[in-house]
């Protein structure tokens, strides 16, 4: 019962949270997209070949700035991982990237 009443006081405030993620930073909100839809729109398999591939491979100048952002901005940071988290981690737990 008090997982169930958390449940319903969490989604609300998620809710209007990606909202006002997405009409204070919309660039960051179409990356978010971009990597939620990477990660359901994949096969396992794919995202095995992908994980291998990137290892050593260069980043786009777009990537790096992304990043950057990310690393000097903890306020966009904890944004963006709070909407992207969910999604990759149950895809990842589904093709047994993690336990």
Known sequence: MTKRLLWFAIVPSLLSGGVAF????????????KVI?????SSCEQLWREKAQQEGRPRSQQEQQAIQLLHEDPQI???????VAAPIVNKMFECGMIP
């Open 22 to 33: 997405a009409q204070q930073y919309p660039m960051l909100d179409l990356a978010a997209n």
């Open 37 to 41: 839809q990477k990660y359901q729109g």
């Open 77 to 83: 940071r904890a944004m963006f991982i709070e909407r």
